[in-house]
T-cell receptor, first 113, second 112 residues
Framework: DGGITQSPKYLFRKEGQNVTLSCEQN?????MYWYRQDPGQGLRLIYY???????QKGDIAEGYSVSREKKESFPLTVTSAQKNPTAFYLC????????????FGDGTRLSIL | AQSVTQLDSQVPVFEEAPVELRCNYS??????LFWYVQYPNQGLQLLLK??????LVKGINGFEAEFNKSQTSFHLRKPSVHISDTAEYFC??????????FGQGTELSVKP
């Protein structure tokens, strides 16, 4: 079945460490997205990529980095510069175009030890 | 700037009762509108979308929504809810390519 796979489901980080969240899709979608979800705040866009080897900052990119070397993969690195990284992270993908819905993975919950 | 407001953060209802989850948006341009559902510890699943045409849109699980351009609203309704509808619901607009703007979410709690 086609879909989006995020791993791991749960991730723990020590202070000062970088961690990388994985996102893989086999839907042949061109566009991919990373969101952060905090209770009562909805989803906020971190980064998005509309094509391989290109990506743009979203609304809350500070302390995060991404790469898009393959169409299927869009990993997110949470760096030590992100002062409040504890959150639920969601990856999504879509076909290009305003009217295309986004398809979501099941998320990674990141916690600080 | 575009924004989405979900007017209720929590909506408790009894099983088999009707429900309406309210969503208002602000945008100076034409938008596409979506409703998503999120079950605990899962990602979001598309319920329905409004792109153009009929203002009444039917989605999965018996949900429907009505687009009202003059009131800039896109309220979600279901005539009779089930326990399994307990989840968080998000309204979103797509004012430009590559960006979805989400509301804060509404927690629907269905009680027996």
């Amino acid at each position: 079945d086609g879909g989006i796979t995020q791993s791991p489901k749960y991730l723990f980080r020590k202070e000062g460490q970088n961690v990388t969240l994985s996102c893989e899709q086999n839907l042949n979608h061109d566009a991919m997205y990373w969101y952060r979800q905090d209770p009562g705040q909805g989803l906020r866009l971190i980064y998005y990529s509309q094509i391989v080897n290109d990506f743009q900052k979203g609304d809350i990119a500070e302390g995060y980095s991404v790469s898009r070397e393959k169409k299927e993969s869009f990993p997110l690195t949470v760096t030590s510069a992100q002062k409040n990284p504890t959150a639920f992270y969601l990856c999504a993908s879509s076909m290009p175009g305003l009217n295309q819905p986004q398809h979501f993975g099941d998320g990674t919950r990141l916690s600080i030890l | 700037a575009q924004s989405v407001t979900q007017l209720d953060s929590q909506v408790p209802v009894f099983e088999e009762a009707p429900v309406e989850l309210r969503c208002n948006y602000s945008s100076s341009v034409s938008v596409y509108l979506f409703w998503y559902v999120q079950y605990p510890n899962q990602g979001l699943q598309l319920l329905l979308k409004y792109l153009s045409g009929s203002t009444l849109v039917k989605g999965i699980n018996g949900f429907e929504a009505e687009f009202n351009k003059s009131q800039t609203s896109f309220h979600l309704r279901k005539p009779s809810v089930h326990i399994s509808d307990t989840a968080e619901y998000f309204c979103a607009v797509s004012p430009m390519a590559g960006k979805l703007i989400f509301g804060q979410g509404t927690e629907l709690s269905v009680k027996p």
